[in-house]
């Protein structure tokens, strides 16, 4: 028997222009009984058995990553997905995209007559092959001794135009990392790692240094000084004196992201309605980084309309270009956008002065993206329960009555109120890796015995 143990290096996230390193060990584990000891029997069984227990061969290895794209058809157009993108390739059209379990390893086992690598592991899967890197063989005819293993390592650049990891009900992007095997007269065994992909806006387009690690080579001539000299100076101008030692793809990932969020510019918002004022809003900066505590300040004493109680909303907006939209004559810039609720906030702040907000960002959220399918935004979506009636404003909520321990405040059985509702965009970018992965509670570490 065969083990397969592959191991991601560096967990099972990462940015866009890292590489993804995979260690692949192979070992010959000896067949034993139930009792953990080689079976005794006739001298001929004695000879199967040092047969059975001896070399083992495998007869080729090969890793390759793909990325696969599962869409609702009912609202998105997929076969012009495809006529648009020629890399692309429908696999499993059975109308049904959205049952993939995207984050946990998968052992499958094929057809002995089926050699193809290829073919094989897209078998189960469902959608789009939007990308797919290059196969790479690890080995042809392997031969392990028992208890002897043998360790390969698999390293694939990611492109910088790659999709990030997204899930929603009508698009999914998702990653997988294969690893077939195959021994002689055997079906071919696959192990599928699921592993997910981070996007930071601004990054790709400034680490233009790293093309030749994806096998392409820069032919510039010398009508292209101009080229270099904007790219220049658009690094120097976002990353500073950093930018210069070019150092590598994860290091200027997180130097944008605290570039992006690191910033702490004070905003502040009057909040009014018909009647009149009713607070002012504190917030101490827009972009955030999954994870983060969205904090923010609520000022009632200028207030001449009394809020009851507000709640926030963080809410994503995925919007479908018009172009991918199935045509229909219902079809308007609202069916196009979808609105998602995520985590929440609520207060009651009657005759409160001032009440602070928190509200907390997962880790399993996507940052916001846009490509020419979807575009994915952030909003803090308000909600104020106010007074409808100014007039009598005064008289039917401050009820207060003077007793032994002091003044009494009693709330009215019923009041005359209004909601107000109000979004506030923000923008959410990625995090350390570590940190998202602990957030899914991804495995880096997949075994396959065959």
């Known amino acids: 028997m065969i083990e397969i143990q592959a191991k991601l290096l560096r967990g099972p996230v990462y940015f866009v222009q890292e590489t993804v390193q995979c260690l692949i060990t192979l070992k010959n584990i000896p067949r034993t009984n139930e009792n953990g000891s080689i079976p005794n029997g006739s001298i001929s069984n ?3 058995n040092v047969a059975n227990n001896s070399i083992e061969r495998i007869c080729w290895a090969n890793v390759q990553l793909h990325c696969f794209c599962t869409v609702d058809e009912s609202q998105i157009d997929c076969q012009r997905i495809i006529d648009e993108n020629l890399d692309c390739k429908l696999i499993n059209h059975n109308g049904n995209y959205m049952k993939n379990k ?8 094929y057809s002995s007559n089926d050699t193809s ?3 094989s592991l897209v078998r189960g899967e469902r959608g789009i092959i939007i990308y797919a890197s290059k196969p790479k063989i690890l080995f042809c005819d392997l031969q392990l001794e028992p208890h002897q293993s043998q360790t390969f390592i698999y390293t694939e650049t990611l492109p910088s135009n790659l999709n990030p990891s997204y899930s929603s009900n009508r698009l999914k992007y998702y990653y997988k990392l294969s690893i077939g095997a195959q021994r002689i007269g055997s079906p071919i ?6 592993i997910r992909i981070l996007t930071v806006d601004g990054f790709p387009s400034l680490s233009t240094n790293n093309d030749q690690s994806n096998g392409t080579e820069n032919s510039l001539n010398e009508n292209d000084d101009d080229i270099k000299s904007c790219t220049s100076t658009n690094n ?6 950093e930018s210069k030692d070019h150092g590598t793809p994860f290091d ?7 570039y992006l969020a690191g910033h702490r510019i004070p905003h502040n918002f009057n909040i009014t309605s018909t009647f009149g004022k009713v607070a002012k809003f504190f917030i101490f900066k827009t972009v ?3 994870g983060e505590d969205i904090i923010g300040l ?4 200028e207030g001449l309309v009394k809020c009851i109680r507000y709640s926030v909303v963080l809410q994503s907006e995925e919007t479908i270009a018009e172009r991918y939209s199935v045509s229909s004559s219902s079809t308007t810039t609202k069916s196009r956008i979808n609105l998602a609720n995520h985590t929440r906030f609520h207060e009651c702040c009657l005759n409160m002065d001032q009440s602070p907000m928190i509200l907390s960002i997962p880790f399993t959220l996507t940052p916001s993206f846009a490509n020419n399918l979807i575009s994915l935004k952030w909003n803090l979506h308000f909600s104020f329960v106010i007074e409808n009636n100014q007039k009598q404003q005064n008289s039917t909520i401050n009820l207060c009555t003077e007793t032994e321990d002091g003044i009494q405040t009693l709330a009215p059985r019923q009041l005359n109120v209004q909601v107000m509702t109000w979004d506030f965009p923000i923008k959410i970018v990625a995090t350390y890796p570590a940190h998202v992965a602990k957030g899914f509670q991804m495995a880096s570490i997949g075994t396959l015995n065959i």
């Open 298 to 301: 609520f000022d009632f004493t």
């Open 117 to 119: 690598f290829h073919e």
């Open 288 to 290: 955030y980084r999954l």
């Open 252 to 258: 200027i990932a997180l130097h944008r992201i605290e």
């Open 102 to 109: 995207r984050n946990s390893i998968a052992f499958e086992t």
């Open 46 to 48: 004695r000879k199967n």
């Open 189 to 194: 065994y696959l192990l599928k790692i699921p």
């Open 236 to 241: 120097s101008l976002t990353f500073d004196d």
